[in-house]
């Protein structure tokens, strides 16, 4: 029948896509053949209740992304996953992209999303100790490699472009002086435990 054979029609087109493309990932806006392709996946996505098994099965066969978000959130941490693996760390530019992924716009998301992560999502971040904070982070770190500078040299003054464990030191400790009206007591607290000179 006619509803059969429609249905058939996208199966074909989607089946082209993915022996062309390694995957189902089909944007909405895709036309496949002049087949309106990524309107047809989307709608299996949202009548997944009303398909017959064997319709099931032959989708789950082509690795069908039942779940967009999902398999979004899938990519960003497997592309994080391969950056931690590599760097040791989860402290992501802004601007990076790994292998083809917005890797630096994806950690962002996660930091303003976290109250509406999986606890599942949540413990798997933890577990490569992502950075949920980048602003406590950079400033912790910070105050280590300045404790590490005044330890070696005994004071605080710190050249412009000096890098201390490979932390920018010199750059950050002159944004200090600039930010002191910002910081908190406790953060200035720490600075001048250290010596830090407020005055260049």
Do not use: M
Not at 13 to 38: I, M, Q, T
Not at 84 to 98: A, N, T
Not at 176 to 188: H, Y
């Amino acid at each position: 029948d006619e509803i059969a054979q429609k249905w058939e029609d996208g199966y074909t087109a989607l089946k082209n896509f993915h022996n062309r493309e390694g995957h189902c990932h089909v944007p909405y806006r895709h036309v496949e053949n002049s087949y309106r392709l990524g309107a047809w996946v989307s709608e299996q996505r949202g009548s997944l209740g009303a398909l017959t098994k064997d319709k099931i099965e032959r989708l789950d066969a082509l690795d069908f992304v039942w779940n967009e978000i999902d398999f979004k959130w899938e990519n960003g941490y497997a592309a994080l996953k391969s950056f931690y693996d590599r760097e040791g760390h989860c402290r992501v530019p802004p601007k990076h992209v790994e292998d083809g992924h917005r890797l630096g716009a994806w950690v962002s998301r996660q930091r303003t999303r976290c109250n509406s992560l999986s606890i599942s999502c949540i413990k798997r971040l933890d577990a490569i100790d992502f950075v949920w904070d980048a602003f406590g982070d950079k400033r912790d770190r910070g105050i280590a490699a300045l404790r590490s500078f005044h330890d070696r040299e005994g004071h605080c003054r710190v050249p412009y472009h000096h890098v201390e464990n490979e932390f920018r030191l010199g750059r950050w400790a002159h944004a200090q002086l600039g930010n002191r009206a910002k910081l908190s007591t406790n953060q200035i607290e720490r600075l001048d435990e250290l010596g830090f000179e407020w005055e260049i």
